[in-house]
């Protein structure tokens, strides 16, 4: 029998640090903090700590995980329950302000991440670091598991020239590490030298998906909504930058995709041979929201049949040089803005390299692409694994 996985949240109900004790403190969270009884990390760190929490923080898609979409900001406002501010970081600025740090002494971070490089919540977190260092605070991180796992790495190592907010620092799409540990590799191996204490899990090992932790998945943001999800996404976010509906607006987001104009029958039968690990099943579907809203796209549903042969981001550059290959007039890149860069492809952004999209454009196998980033990957990993925190 699995041992039950305790997050950083429970080892820290269980044994509160002395140096916490009397400091204000602020949280970083969203819905998906929770401990394994359902209660939200404000509301246990507020009972732990008697009259010490004093600002809540919030990444992209609201401290409620509300907002569908990218660039949809969400404010700042009272919290009604603790009579507390909630600064947003996804709002006219993503880094902390003085203002807001004036108001703690230290800051917490409970935050549910899903291993791929363009999910931004590392990216406010690592500007609390730089700002928690500016302005002398301590960071204590919570650490919560890598929903897909922490043995398999993914991709092209980023290109600094390539940097945004949906890519600061060069490490491949598939990054393998949990938030506490890619926390500290941005820490340390990027210059920001906050003052960062992780708090690990117990029983978390690196061979786990979701589906092995005998947790409840709650959802960091809307279109993640199941742990499936997340498996799929470190491919299938590259549709965002294309107007290929990725599934936002139906009931299955990224774990579906398509559009009105798409031959099913010839993409399935070129790409087959080609994506391991999974089927892919001809659907149709009606977006009642984002690209193609109200109307009948063709696709595909992705169903995984081995984690370990799956290779999500190699199958969606192999599905989108298809889709470029049969459609060469309809399949179009989306023009900025992305993520709050307004000159440079969205693709770019996300591949985080622009000759990567152009050698897809001109019909290179990406299999071969693919071999040829695996120096640079081994690299990333033999670093990385001085951040480990688990065997």
Partial sequence: MTPKIITGLEILMDHPPDHLWGKRLGLLSNPASLHSDFRHAKDLIHHTFPGQL?????????FYAEKQDNMVESGHFMEPGLNIPVFSLYNETRIPTKKMFDEIDALLIDIQDVGTRVYTFIYTISYCLEAAKKYNKP????????????????????????????????????????LGEISQLFNREFGIHADLTIIP????????????????????????????????????VIFEGTNISEG???????EQFGAPFLDTEKIKFEAEPLIKGAVLRPVHFEPTSGKWQGQVCKGFQIHITSKEEYHSYLSSLILMQLMLKHHPHEFKFKDPPYEYEFERLPMDLLLGNKTLREKIVALEDPVRLSDQWQDELNAFRSLSRKYYLYD
């Fill in 54 to 62: 004093r600002a809540l923080f919030s990444p992209q898609h609201g």
């Fill in 139 to 178: 960071v204590v991180i919570l650490d919560r598991p890598n929903p897909i796992g922490g043995l398999q790495v993914e991709g092209n190592i980023l290109i600094k020239d390539w940097a945004s907010f949906v890519g600061r620092f060069p490490i491949p799409m598939r990054h393998g590490l949990t």
């Fill in 201 to 236: 899990m117990k029983n978390w090992k690196r061979h786990m998906y979701w589906q092995d932790t005998g947790l409840v998945w709650i959802p960091p943001s809307p279109n993640l909504p199941t742990p499936q999800s997340c498996m799929v996404y470190p491919g299938q």
């Fill in 248 to 254: 936002r607006g139906t009931t299955l987001p990224f």
